[in-house]
């Protein structure tokens, strides 16, 4: 069973910046796919970031020039760098795994692509 643990969350002002990691462990399958959703209070979870082990990306157009995401050392690590937060980008951050995967080029970030889920890391911008 894959365990997917997430850290990096916490309060800044708007303006501010965090970088969320993510690892994921026990994967038996080097084709992987990890990714970002982020659930704002009053909407639905959507997908901020993803990759997969050959380097396939993709970024959500509302974060795009503020987020990025890149692989840690390790293909089994998800980083999220967010900079230049909004209020609106307060909420719970959720890191997903997904083994044997491999995304297409321009995937939607969807959850039906992940089975494995991390417990989520708030992410609180205010002033």
């Known amino acids: 069973e894959v365990q997917v643990v997430e850290s990096g969350g916490g309060s800044v002002p708007p303006g501010g910046s965090l970088k969320l990691s993510c690892v994921g462990l026990?994967?038996?399958?080097?084709?992987?796919?990890m990714a970002w959703f982020r659930q704002v209070p009053g909407k639905e979870r959507e997908g901020v970031a993803q990759i997969d082990s050959s380097g396939i990306s993709g970024l959500a157009d509302s974060v795009k020039g503020r987020f990025s995401a890149s692989r840690g050392d390790a293909q089994n690590i998800l980083l999220l760098q967010l900079d230049d937060l909004e209020p609106e980008d307060s909420g719970v951050y959720y890191c997903?795994?997904?083994?044997?995967?491999?995304?297409?080029?321009?995937?939607?970030?969807?959850?039906?692509?992940?089975?494995?889920w991390g417990q989520g890391t708030q992410v609180t911008v205010s002033s």
């Open positions: 997903a795994a997904a083994s044997p995967c491999q995304l297409g080029d321009g995937a939607w970030i969807t959850e039906r692509t992940y089975k494995y």
């Open positions: 026990g994967y038996t399958d080097d084709r992987i796919c």
